[in-house]
């Protein structure tokens, strides 16, 4: 049994592409049988070669124009009660329809070219852009990290958001952005500025000086003039520091509530550093065990529904993250939970549309290593 199932694995497999130019074959020919001889039906058995063309491969459209020459010639001799091949109008038509069997094959070798060129190219895409912006860890430090990226170009990964986490010796520093532009453009400024801080991260003792060397590579590098809305965080046992850069502002969602986390004085976006006098947008909170830090970029609250209203993350973020037992800290499968359905709300929100904007939901929560 498994020996005949796997002999005619093989057969659906090169059939199924024909399934839909075979049906019309059966089609065209019962309807031509059908009608009687009054009716000629059998010419729109070219329709059968030309619509494998889209599936098949050159060889499923020559064995398929095969079976139609037969069906041509039966059906002929039906219709005119004679021998077809005295009459030259058919024989000139039947090579004509030769010749678009050929034609068809062709076609079908070049969308299959086409076809496995663009699955090249696209996996070439698809690697650098995990090279550019891998997936972030579960755990990184002491924290834990749940992330939700909504691209808006259809099928790509990544686009002009970006982020990262690292563990450095000054804490576990988290990095969220926001490029303000489009297209490959975006992708540059945003490997430029993941590159300055995956590499001063390590290396500076405060946030202020890894923004400096993220602000300095965006204006001496990204020729586009686009500048970057960035969001530095510190995680510590009991506090976080934070470092605004025109970035939307953090919410930590714990036992007593939902917060925002409004930066005391706004920061310049980097690659605008030099319209900057004394740093600014530095600031401490507490963050206990327990409480989960929600970093979101402008796609999140720009998202709109059917009535045009902005999606009210601070509002949702009190069901989504809401739990039986508050005060604990967050396991990975709750933490994951929450993204999913904050990004399910975030979707529904806008009923299936096009974004126009990137958008990514990113949850920081501490937790006790082993």
């Not at 034609?103 to 079908?108: P, T, V, W």
């Not at 076809?115 to 834990?144: F, H, I, K, M």
């Amino acid at each position: 049994m498994s020996g005949a199932a796997s002999r005619l694995g093989p057969v659906l497999r090169a059939v199924w592409p024909l399934r839909v130019p075979l049906l019309i074959l059966l089609v065209i020919t019962a309807v031509d049988l059908a009608t009687g001889q009054d009716t000629i039906f059998y010419p729109f058995l070219i329709l059968c070669p030309a619509l494998a063309t889209l599936s098949a491969t050159p060889r499923g459209v020559i064995v398929l124009g095969a079976l139609c020459l037969p069906a041509r010639y039966l059906l002929s001799r039906y219709d005119h009660d004679e021998e077809p091949m005295t009459s030259t109008v058919f024989v000139i038509n039947t090579v004509v329809f030769v010749a678009a069997i050929g034609l068809c094959a062709y076609q079908a070798a070049v969308r299959i070219r086409r076809e496995n060129t663009l699955a090249d190219v696209t996996s070439v895409a698809l690697a650098a852009q995990e090279a550019l912006l891998p997936a972030l860890p579960q755990t990184v430090g002491a924290v834990r990290i749940s992330m939700r990226y909504f691209a808006a170009a259809a099928e790509a990964r990544i686009g002009g958001d970006l982020y990262a986490a690292m563990d450095t010796e000054f804490g576990t520093r988290v990095l969220i952005g926001d490029v303000c532009g489009k297209g490959l453009g975006a992708v540059r400024t945003a490997s430029i500025v993941l590159g300055a801080f995956r590499e001063a991260a390590l290396d500076h003792k405060g946030l202020d000086a890894v923004a400096r060397q993220a602000d300095a590579s965006v204006a001496r590098f990204s020729d586009t003039g686009d500048f970057v809305t960035a969001l530095l965080v510190e995680v510590h046992p009991t506090h976080l520091n934070l470092l605004h850069r025109g970035h939307v502002a953090p919410i930590v969602v714990g036992p007593s509530g939902v917060r925002d986390l409004d930066p005391p004085a706004p920061g310049l976006p980097l690659g605008l550093g030099h319209l900057a006098g004394e740093a600014e947008g530095h600031w401490t909170v507490t963050f206990d065990q327990g409480e989960v830090l929600v970093l979101v970029t402008d796609g999140v609250l720009e998202a709109r529904d059917a009535r045009g209203e902005f999606y009210p993350l601070h509002d949702r973020l009190d069901v989504l993250m809401r739990r039986s037992a508050s005060g604990r800290p967050w396991s990975q499968a709750e933490l994951d939970r929450a993204a999913d359905r904050i990004g399910a709300d975030l979707l529904g929100h806008g009923h299936g549309k096009g974004r126009e904007d990137d958008a990514v939901v990113l949850l920081v929560t501490r937790y006790l290593p082993d």
